[in-house]
């Protein structure tokens, strides 16, 4: 069954302090239990105890990162395993500042995505095409093409781990956003390149990402594929981020 889902990417940002402010305010205003929304937080890595001692169950937690390889001499790496045993069930892989700053291609992001499932947790890839290709009309065949290659090695049994975060690299912290139809039309293209790929497309969730807003998320929550948000920027307000996490059409 399609989630609905809105993840907190807080990236390379936080504190103890900020861990104890945000996830307090957040767990108090008991965001999404009783709506039904699955409310993830992404913290840096070396917060995800306290985030989680902090929620106390109330909310689901993932990592920004993992590696390609399962254990060994890989110095500075952390395995899907270890996030496991940490208590996460979410992994970001594949995200557009991983890709760019990173080097991370789409065989690398497969690898990851491999170790992920292998180790039980749920792979959130992101895709997304940068300006240019926009503009020169390829945003459909880029996107396509990371679904394919990053999903490759998915099995039959593992689909239900799954989920697609579509995020334009021109909206990734530019506060630019496509519009609900673009976003919309984008995410029915993924769709159907996921039917192509045999996977139960109509029960993998599809997040959309880049500068989503208070002022912004409840359009994009309106479309039909849209199925909640991977927030960067506005996951660190606790405002922001409740009210985005309550932006979804009632009775949805
Ligand atoms: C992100 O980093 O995944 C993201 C969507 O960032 P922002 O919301 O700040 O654009």
Redesign the pocket.
Known sequence: MRRKIVAG?W?MNGSKDLVQQLVGVICDHAVGLDSGVEVVIVPPAPYITLVQQQADGKLALGIQNVSQWQSGAYTGEVSADMAKDLGCWYVLVG?SERRQLFGENDEVVARKVGQVLESGLTAMLCVGETLEQREAGEAERVVAGQIKRGLAGVSADQWSRVVVAY?PVW???TGKTATAEDAQAMHAEIRSVLESMKAPSEEISVLY????KADNAAALFSEPDIDGG?????SLKADEFISICRAFPAGS
Do not use: D, P, R
């Open positions: 990417n990236k995200h995020e909206a990734i912290g990402g880049g500068s989503v991977l927030i960067g920027g506005a």
